[in-house]
């Protein structure tokens, strides 16, 4: 008859059970997706620019009317946004990444620290950003 053999005494393998949700974690899902992202979306857009580009005059005011224009067309806005909080986003994390492979910033204070600061730097610098892209927007309507 077989019997089974005893279960070792040893810790098992850890797995995402085990581990609880951290902002370093977090940086490190949204580092992959802002990848993902811009490459699929950036690069869509881009293809559709180009042929927009490459079917004359017409074709290429349209796509321009997606995005600019005094009709601020929302979705253009949308994805523009989200385009430029993904690239900074990235960006930023990558930064947090070259530090890291330096050697520096494991201690698990500094490493969350510098994870909640890619998230803070991106929407700064995505605010920046599109605060100076519509000053001229802004400050026509404070007039």
Known sequence: MATTPP???R???PHLGHYRMGPHMLTSIIHRIT???LAIVGGLLFTWWLAA???GKDSYDWFLSWFTGPSW???GYIVGVGLTLALFQHMMSGIRHL????GAGYELKTNKTSS???F????VLTILFWGLILKDVIFAGAK
């Open 116 to 118: 909640i600061l890619t």
């Open 120 to 123: 803070v730097g991106a929407v």
């Open 35 to 37: 990848g993902d992202g």
């Open 53 to 55: 580009l490459a079917a």
């Open 73 to 75: 067309n929302i979705l």
């Open 7 to 9: 279960k070792p005494d």
């Open 99 to 102: 530090v890291l492979d330096t």
């Open 11 to 13: 810790p098992l393998s």
